[in-house]
């Protein structure tokens, strides 16, 4: 004797099943996260810590152009840079200093500034990268940096020709190894670092002005 087959699941029963879990979870997750995180998010807490803080004037001399600016203690020289002054030669690569595509020269000096806080050179002179060339001529190190082929995707390349021309100008570029040593901070993906040397020693040994 045929035994009547058992009646189908409802269509909607694998839906409600599914909503069920969902509202109970979000329930737990509610009930488990502290009552001043939840608050904290609704008043757009972040916001308002970062509007409290007060900004303070800074003076600066980039690329030979005086600017006056206000900004917050907190800003570093790279962020000030590229998202207040739309020079974004300067390159933003690991934010801990450890790529060397932030290189910038403050006084003569290359500095990572992804480490720097903008406050930190009030009155003092920073050439980035845009600064380098003279108009339309490029600089040696720049013209070198082209003709060696110093660079292949050309995301470090700000950064490794501001220490190539600091390399030289302290004194670090009487050699091979030398200038890898003092070249060392500045990291190359793509791996074009004999073509960099090349170019350093060029300009080192051409004793053109850097």
């Known amino acids: 004797m045929a ?16 909503s069920f879990l969902k509202q109970s979870s979000l329930l737990t997750a ?21 509007a409290a803080f007060e900004k303070v004037p800074l003076k600066l001399e980039i690329n030979g152009k005086k600017y006056k600016l206000k900004v917050e203690p ?13 020079l974004t030669g ?10 060397g595509a932030c290189t910038v020269h403050v006084d003569g000096q290359r500095v990572n500034s992804c480490l720097s806080f ?19 001529k490029l600089h040696p190190m720049q013209e070198a940096f082209v003709k060696h082929d110093g660079f292949q995707c ?11 021309v600091a390399c030289v100008r302290e004194g670090h570029a009487d050699s091979e190894a030398e200038i890898r ?6 990291i190359c993906r ?21």
């Open 3 to 18: 035994m009547n087959p058992e009646p189908d699941t409802p269509a909607n029963h694998d839906e409600a099943r599914r």
């Open 30 to 50: 509610m009930a488990m996260v502290p009552g001043p995180v939840v608050h904290a998010a609704s008043a757009n807490f972040d916001e308002k810590v970062a």
């Open 74 to 86: 907190r800003t570093t020289l790279l962020d000030l840079l590229r998202e207040q002054l739309n």
């Open 90 to 99: 300067t390159k933003k690569g690991c934010d801990y200093g450890q790529c």
């Open 118 to 136: 903008a406050v930190m050179h009030d009155g003092k002179k920073v050439t980035t990268i845009e600064g380098l060339a003279d108009g339309d």
């Open 154 to 164: 050309g995301y470090c390349t700000p950064g490794q020709i501001m220490s190539a």
């Open 181 to 186: 040593e003092y070249m060392s901070g500045n």
């Open 190 to 210: 793509c791996g074009a670092y004999t073509n960099i040397v090349a170019a350093i020693q060029e300009v080192k040994n051409g004793g053109q002005k850097v």
